[in-house]
C-alpha cells in the first residue's frame, strides 16, 4: 500500500508498506521558484539491502 500526505504546497511524503511493513520512505520538495525537486528515498529493496538516496530534478527549458 501506498499512503501519501501533502504537509504544504511544496511538499510530498509517502509511505510503502508491503505486508503490512514499512520498506520505503519517500520526501519530495519543490524549490519556491518551482524550477527544482528534490527526492530522499530510504528503505529496503527486495533483497532487503538498505536503501539512502537522494535525487535532484531540474526543469528543462523546452526545446527551440
Do not use: C, E, M, Y
Request: positive net charge.
Amino acid at each position: 500500500t501506498i499512503s501519501l500526505t501533502h504537509p504544504d504546497p511544496s511538499t510530498l511524503d509517502a509511505i510503502l508498506k508491503r505486508n503490512g511493513h514499512v520498506v520505503q520512505r519517500t520526501h519530495s520538495v519543490v524549490s519556491p521558484d518551482g524550477r527544482t525537486r528534490t527526492q530522499t528515498v530510504t528503505g529496503t529493496n527486495v533483497q532487503g539491502q538498505r536503501i539512502d538516496n537522494v535525487v535532484v530534478f531540474d526543469k528543462q527549458s523546452p526545446a527551440t
